[in-house]
């Protein structure tokens, strides 16, 4: 099993991102994947999840309207894009899969990718 979180950088506050989770080893439709973050002293935070195999999608209050999680089409990979990205949303973000989209009910974690907001 593997999960590869890709896509992380420094961008200006107002600014978007795209990170990509490239997943193997392990049959997509039957998980959820989630984006998770963790900022410098803060635990971490269920940012967005995506059922893979009916679509439902979930999100954080503190990203609602400016992130969007999907699978790519006829790809192993799920991605998330950022837009109006803020300094808050700097953190290590983590692509997971899960049987739920809850923190404890992911059971597998790729190593993060760092993105960094500046004002």
């Known amino acids: 099993v593997q999960l590869q979180a890709s896509g992380g950088g420094s961008v200006q506050a107002g600014g978007s991102l795209r990170l990509s989770c490239a997943t193997s080893g392990f049959a997509l439709d039957e998980y959820v994947i989630g984006w998770i973050r963790q900022a410098p002293g803060k635990e971490r935070e269920g940012v967005a999840c995506?059922?893979?195999?009916?679509?439902?999608?979930a999100y954080a209050d503190s990203v609602k309207g400016r992130f969007g999680i999907f699978r790519d089409n006829g790809k192993n990979t799920v991605s998330l894009e950022m837009y109006s990205l803020k300094v808050e949303d700097t953190a290590v973000y983590y692509c997971?899969?899960?049987?739920?989209?809850?923190?404890?009910?992911?059971?597998?974690w790729g190593k993060g990718t760092l993105v960094t907001v500046s004002s």
């Open positions: 995506i059922s893979i195999s009916d679509g439902r999608k």
């Open positions: 997971a899969r899960g049987r739920a989209c809850t923190l404890r009910d992911m059971d597998f």
